[in-house]
């Protein structure tokens, strides 16, 4: 039986890692455990007038290369394994690009469907107010996530001036243009996927135009991976959400089902197309596969019946340890999540960067950056894996693991 525990599911990979490349016990142990964990009540009057105490999280992983960076999640199903386990995650993602951060993440046990704008600000700024210590534009960079995004970016940049007492935009990036978020930074997370699809299809020799695409959730990343997708000439056959999704062997229009979700409130029942579930979903006939949901969907239970000859994570997590051997087996090319979603964060550093100089650049240079560092960071991870003989996943952590542990190395241990 294998393991659902996220956090255990990190080691695992960090195990697997440390491994191939030798690295020295002592190192491999101080990158196992977060450097901080902060566990918060947040209490708030809820419009009825009831108090309500939810749970909120931030783990700080690792700062050796530069200031922790992560987004905040808020859902029913947070648990502090799984925060543990993306903050880790998260500094692997950015020492692959070759970012100057480390890795953080934060989560609210709640249920924002059911929550009105009122309560969802007063729940941020209250959690914002409980972390004051311990963010900053130098020390922790927050950012959107699950069911979080500018609005509720700009709610805690004001928070967090408030208590600083002056402007101080670089404590979080994903905020509206107008309080200086980045052109391009809603869509990042998604273009880099696109990206990494457009690579993979390229090596695997996928012509665009004959290339079958299915993405497993349709948020943020989802529709925006799909909508390029098709942009870049490849065929959307499936679509799906936490409701079920959407087949058409001919092709969905990305723009369309999107706006039949914001109005039906799920993809199912798109005119024309044929229901299938999320598990049909990940099975179909397709090229390219994107998981863009949550964690554990590519399991040891269901790895076997996947057909698509790449699969691109959108998520953090999709594919699980023994899932990976399955499907290396099989031949199938995974970009692993540290890369292949790694657009958000490193637009999320060029947001920062702007902030800091309070200099904006043009949506054109934002993506023409990002294109030259994802095909960067690429061909590092597959020139990794070729020395080594491994797969993307081990060598984007070979890779990863290596650059963290030699600034670690580097700086020593004080006392």
């Known amino acids: 039986m294998e393991k659902s525990n996220p956090y255990e599911m990190a080691l695992e990979q960090l ?34 007038g009831e108090c309500k105490v939810f749970t909120g999280y931030r783990v700080q992983h690792h700062d050796a290369r530069g200031p922790f960076k992560g987004g905040v999640r808020y859902h029913p199903d947070v648990t502090l394994e799984e925060v543990k386990a993306l903050a880790m995650w998260m500094t692997w993602k950015c020492s692959v690009m070759d970012l100057p951060f480390g890795g953080a993440k934060g989560g609210v ?115 925006y991976a799909a909508k390029f997708a098709r942009e870049m000439g490849f065929k959307v056959v499936g679509v799906s959400d936490s409701s079920g999704g959407i087949y058409d062997p001919d092709g969905l229009d990305p723009d369309a089902v999107q706006a039949h979700k914001g109005k039906a409130g799920s993809v199912r029942g798109y005119e024309g197309s044929e229901e299938i579930t999320n598990r049909e979903l990940l099975e179909l006939e397709c090229d390219i596969l994107i998981p863009a949901a949550l964690e554990n969907q590519i399991t040891e239970a269901n790895a076997d019946n996947i057909k698509a000859r790449v699969v691109v994570e959108g998520a953090n997590g999709p594919t699980t340890p023994k899932a990976d051997e399955i499907l290396f087996e099989k031949e199938i090319m995974v970009v692993p999540d540290i890369l292949a979603n790694a657009g958000g964060v490193t637009v999320s550093y060029f947001e920062w960067v702007q902030d800091l100089m309070s200099y904006f650049w043009t949506y054109e240079a934002v993506m023409k950056t990002l294109d030259e560092k994802m095909v960067a960071a690429l061909k590092d991870v597959l020139e990794t894996a070729r020395k080594n003989r491994v797969d993307l996943r081990t060598a984007a952590y070979m890779l990863a693991v290596g650059r963290v542990a030699e600034t670690i190395e580097l700086r020593g241990i004080f006392p």
């Open 15 to 48: 195990d697997k890692a440390v491994k191939k490349i030798k690295l020295d016990p002592g190192v491999h142990e101080i990158l196992k455990y977060p450097k901080r964990t902060v566990i918060v009540s947040v209490p708030i009057i809820m419009d009825n």
């Open 109 to 223: 046990v709640c249920n924002p469907r059911a929550m009105s704008e009122g309560e969802l600000q007063r729940l941020t700024r209250r959690y914002t107010a409980n972390l004051i210590r311990f963010i900053g534009p130098e020390t922790d960079i927050l950012a959107p996530d699950v069911y979080t995004n500018p609005k509720t970016m700009a709610w805690i940049m004001d928070t967090y001036s408030t208590y600083v007492g002056y402007c101080a935009p670089g404590v979080v990036t994903g905020k509206p243009l107008s309080i200086g978020g980045s052109k391009g930074r809603l869509e990042a997370t998604a273009m880099g996927v696109s990206f990494m699809c457009r690579e993979a299809a390229n090596l695997l020799k996928i012509e665009p135009k004959e290339g079958r695409v299915a993405v497993q959730g349709y948020g943020n990343v989802g529709y």
